[in-house]
C-alpha cells in the first residue's frame, strides 16, 4: 500500500476526530458537573453554525472573525436554557431534564425549519473555507486543521478553568457534593449556569468553524449528536480529557477502519467499539 | 328590526353549512415528500414547482408546447382545478408509509403522487398496489421500482437505467476522442437509489469486455458527517473517471473532500440526486467546476425551448432558483395527473389508472417526446442529457442535439 496514503489516512482521521472532540467536550462538560445528558447538544451546534452563517451572509464578517461573537451567542443560548428549562426541573428526577432537552432538541430544530426554512447553505468563499496546503504530498485541510488547533485550546483552556482556577475548584466542589457545596458559601445554580453556557460556547467553537466546510441545515446536527454521545461515553462521562481522546480515537477509527474495512461499515466500527469498551469498562476508557 | 335580525341569521346558518369550497369542482392529488428532516430542502423545491403548474392547469396561460396551459382547469372534468393535498414523509419510509394509509382513509385524493427517495416510493406504492390505487412516481430513480409487475404504479422519470446508459454512450464518445475512460471509481449511498445505480453501473462494466474496469467500489452510510475515508479509497484506485450517487449534503462533502485530498481525475458524473441541486453548483463555486451529471432540465435549455422560460420564471419567483431536472421532472408529473383525469370516464382509483396505462402525453418540458407508460409503468418517451458545471452553472454538455457548450476534460483540485 502507498505510504503517502496510510500517512494520508492518520492526518485525515486526526483532523476530523479534533473536530468530533470538539463538539464533544462541551457535552462532556455539561454532564460532568450537572449529571445531565444534553440531547440539545446538536441543535446547539446548528444554532451556532446559523449564527455563523447569517452573520457572513448578512453583515459580511468571515466566520473565523465572527467566531467570539457565535461563542458568546451560545454562551447565553446554553446559560438561558439551564435557567428556563433545567432549573425548574432541578427536584425532579435526572430523566425529567433529559426529556426536557430532547424536546426542547425538538423545538429548535422545528423553529429554525419554520423561520429559516430547509435549505442548505454553503459558506464557500470566506478565510478558511475550501483552503489546503501541501507538505510532501500529504494534504491538510486548513479549516480543519484551525478547528485541530482550536480543539486543543479549548480542551487546555478547561483544563486549566477547572484545575487551576477558584471557579474550577467551585465547580468540581459543586459536581462532587452539591448540598456540601452550597454549604460551603458556593452558589451552585450560578455554577450550573456557567457549566451550562460554556458547554454550549465550546460547541459554539466547532459550529463556528465547521460552517467553513459543512453544509448548513436544520437537521445538520443530528449527523453529530449520536457520535457526540459515543465519544463522551466512549472517554468516561464527564471526563472532558477523556473526550478529547476518545474524539480523535473515533476520527481514526472512522477513517482508517473506512478505508480497510469499508466505508459502510466505519460507522459500525465505531459503535462495536463502544459496545467493547462500556462492556469491559463500564465508566468509558478514561472514567473513573 | 327583528326581521333583518332573523334574516342575518338565517343567512349566518346558511353559509356555516354550506361546504367551504365546491367540491364538485375540485379534483384532489395527494402529494407524498419529505417537507420536513434532513430532506425537507428538496421537498420545498418540489412543492413550489407543483404549486406553479396547479396554477398553470388551473388558470389560462398559453404556453406553447405544454397540453392545458390554455385551458382553465380539467376540460372534460366541466373545467374542474387540481387542488394539491400535501403529506410529509421526513424522509423516512416508515412515515410514508402511515401517511400513504391516512390518504386512503381519508378517501378525497383521486391519485397519490411522491415519493422523492426509491427508498420511500418503495413501500408507499405497496400500500397503494394491495388498495388498488394509483400512484405516480414523479422522481424516485432506482430501476427496480418499475420491475416489480405492478399494476397502480407508473413513473416518469428517468431512472438509473436511463442515466447509467446515457453515462456509457458519453463515456464511448469520448473514448472514441482518444480520452481515458477505462478506470472507473463507483462512490454510491448504501440505499436503494445507491445500490440500484450501482448495479446499473456494474452491469454495464461487466458486459464491456474490458473496455471499463471497476477500480474502486465505495458504498458509503446515508447522512455522513465525514467522507475521508471513501475519498482516500477513491484516490487510491486513480480512477480515470468517478461516477456518484449521492444526495446533496454527501455530495458536498465529497465535492470538498477531494479537493482537501488532492484527487484527480478526468470525469466525475453524477447519477440524479445533489448534483442537480442548484445550491451544488451555485454554493461551492470552483469546487465543482467541470463536474457533470445527468439532467432532464437545464436552464439553457430554454435556448432549445424559449416557450419553457415562462416557467422557469414562475418557479424562480417562489425559490429565487432555476428549475433543475428534479423539478422539472416533478412539473411534467401534474400534467400527466391532468392527462390521465382528463381521458378517464371517471375519478375512481380503476379509471385513473386505466387513464395513466394509455397516456401518450406529448409535452416539451424535457427531453424527449413526452410521457408514454411500458407495461412496467416506466415512462418511455423520456430521455437525458449530460449537464456540466460551468462558472456555477449547468450547461448541457452532450448528446450534440441538446448540447450548448462543449464538454470540458479533466478535474484538478
Known amino acids: 500500500m502507498d505510504l503517502t496514503i496510510f500517512l494520508q489516512l492518520i492526518i485525515s482521521g486526526l483532523l476530523i476526530g479534533f473536530v468530533f472532540s470538539l463538539i464533544a467536550v462541551g457535552l462532556s462538560l455539561i454532564w460532568g458537573v450537572m449529571d445531565i445528558l444534553n440531547f440539545a447538544h446538536g441543535e446547539f451546534l446548528m444554532l451556532a453554525m446559523f449564527t455563523s452563517f447569517f452573520l457572513f451572509a448578512q453583515l459580511g464578517i468571515d466566520p473565523l472573525y465572527s467566531l467570539p461573537i457565535v461563542v458568546i451567542v451560545l454562551y447565553f443560548i446554553g446559560a438561558g436554557t439551564y435557567r428556563f428549562v433545567i432549573k425548574p426541573l432541578l427536584g425532579y428526577t435526572v430523566l425529567i431534564a433529559l426529556l426536557a432537552t430532547f424536546g426542547l432538541s425538538i423545538l429548535i430544530r422545528n423553529l429554525v425549519l419554520f423561520f429559516v426554512g430547509p435549505n442548505y447553505r454553503v459558506i464557500n468563499e470566506s478565510i478558511l473555507a475550501g483552503k489546503t496546503f501541501s507538505i510532501g504530498g500529504l494534504y491538510f485541510s486548513v479549516p480543519q486543521s484551525v478547528a485541530a488547533l482550536l480543539c486543543i485550546l479549548v480542551t487546555y483552556g478547561i483544563y486549566l478553568l477547572l484545575t487551576k482556577s477558584k471557579f474550577g475548584r467551585a465547580l468540581r466542589a459543586t459536581s462532587l457534593d452539591k448540598d456540601t457545596a452550597m454549604l460551603m458559601g458556593i452558589n451552585t445554580n450560578r455554577i450550573f449556569e456557567i457549566t451550562f453556557g460554556i458547554g454550549a460556547a465550546c460547541v459554539g467553537v466547532a459550529g463556528g468553524l465547521l460552517v467553513n466546510f459543512y453544509a448548513v441545515f436544520p437537521e445538520v446536527g443530528l449527523n453529530f449528536t449520536v457520535l457526540a454521545f459515543v465519544i463522551v461515553a466512549l472517554g468516561g462521562f464527564g471526563n472532558n480529557g477523556g473526550a478529547f481522546l476518545a474524539g480523535i480515537l473515533v476520527g481514526l477509527v472512522t477513517t482508517m477502519g473506512g478505508f480497510f474495512i469499508g466505508p459502510e461499515y466505519k460507522y459500525t466500527l465505531v459503535f462495536l467499539l463502544y459496545l467493547v469498551v462500556i462492556t469491559i469498562r463500564p465508566k468509558g476508557l478514561f472514567g473513573w | ?413
Open chain 2, 1 to 413: 328590526m327583528k326581521k333583518s335580525l332573523l334574516v342575518a341569521i338565517g343567512l349566518l346558518l346558511t353559509l356555516g353549512f354550506a361546504p367551504a369550497g365546491n367540491a364538485a369542482d375540485e379534483i384532489e392529488v395527494a402529494l407524498l415528500y419529505p417537507l420536513t428532516g434532513p430532506l425537507a430542502e428538496a421537498g420545498g423545491r418540489i412543492k413550489a414547482v407543483y404549486d406553479v403548474a396547479q396554477d398553470v392547469i388551473n388558470n389560462s396561460y398559453d404556453i406553447q408546447g405544454i397540453p392545458f396551459s390554455k385551458t382553465q382547469g380539467i376540460p372534460n372534468k366541466g373545467n374542474a382545478k387540481i387542488k394539491l393535498s400535501y403529506y410529509d414523509t421526513q424522509g423516512s419510509p416508515e412515515v410514508g408509509k402511515a401517511e400513504t394509509e391516512r390518504i386512503l382513509q381519508e378517501g378525497k385524493a383521486k391519485l397519490i403522487i411522491g415519493a422523492y427517495q426509491s427508498s420511500v416510493s418503495k413501500p408507499t406504492s405497496f400500500v397503494t398496489e394491495r388498495n388498488k390505487f394509483p400512484f405516480l412516481c414523479a422522481v424516485s430513480s432506482s430501476a427496480a421500482l418499475t420491475e416489480r409487475g405492478m399494476k397502480y404504479f407508473f413513473r416518469v422519470a428517468p431512472t438509473d437505467f436511463h442515466d447509467a446508459r446515457m453515462f456509457f454512450n458519453f463515456l464511448e464518445d469520448m473514448r472514441e476522442d482518444g480520452r481515458d475512460v477505462k478506470r472507473i471509481a463507483m462512490v454510491y449511498e448504501k440505499t436503494e437509489f445507491g445500490i440500484h445505480a450501482m448495479k446499473e453501473v456494474k452491469k454495464r462494466i461487466d458486459g464491456s469486455g474490458g473496455v471499463y474496469e471497476l477500480v474502486a467500489e465505495v458504498p458509503y452510510e446515508y447522512k455522513a458527517t465525514d467522507v475521508n475515508a471513501e475519498a482516500l479509497k477513491v484516490k487510491a484506485a486513480k480512477p480515470d473517471v468517478i461516477i456518484h450517487a449521492s444526495l446533496f449534503s454527501e455530495m458536498m462533502l465529497f465535492a470538498k473532500a477531494y479537493k482537501n485530498l488532492g484527487v484527480t481525475t478526468n470525469a466525475n458524473l453524477s447519477f440524479c440526486g445533489g448534483y442537480q441541486n442548484p445550491k451544488f453548483a451555485s454554493g461551492l463555486g470552483d469546487t465543482v467546476e467541470g463536474y457533470m451529471g445527468s439532467c432532464t432540465f437545464a436552464a439553457d435549455f430554454i435556448e432549445k425551448k424559449a416557450q419553457l422560460k415562462t416557467i422557469n420564471d414562475m418557479y424562480k419567483a417562489k425559490t429565487g432558483m432555476n428549475l433543475d431536472g428534479i423539478s422539472m421532472e416533478a412539473f411534467t408529473t401534474l400534467f400527466v395527473a391532468a392527462d390521465a383525469f382528463n381521458r378517464a370516464k371517471d375519478l375512481s382509483p380503476e379509471a385513473v389508472r386505466d387513464a395513466l396505462a394509455a397516456t401518450e402525453l406529448e409535452i416539451a418540458t424535457m427531453p424527449g417526446k413526452g410521457v408514454k407508460f411500458a407495461e412496467n409503468g416506466q415512462n418511455i418517451w423520456i430521455a437525458s442529457t449530460m449537464s456540466q458545471i460551468k462558472n456555477t452553472e449547468y450547461k448541457v454538455v452532450w448528446p450534440e442535439e441538446w448540447a450548448t457548450t462543449p464538454v470540458t476534460w479533466g478535474l484538478r483540485p
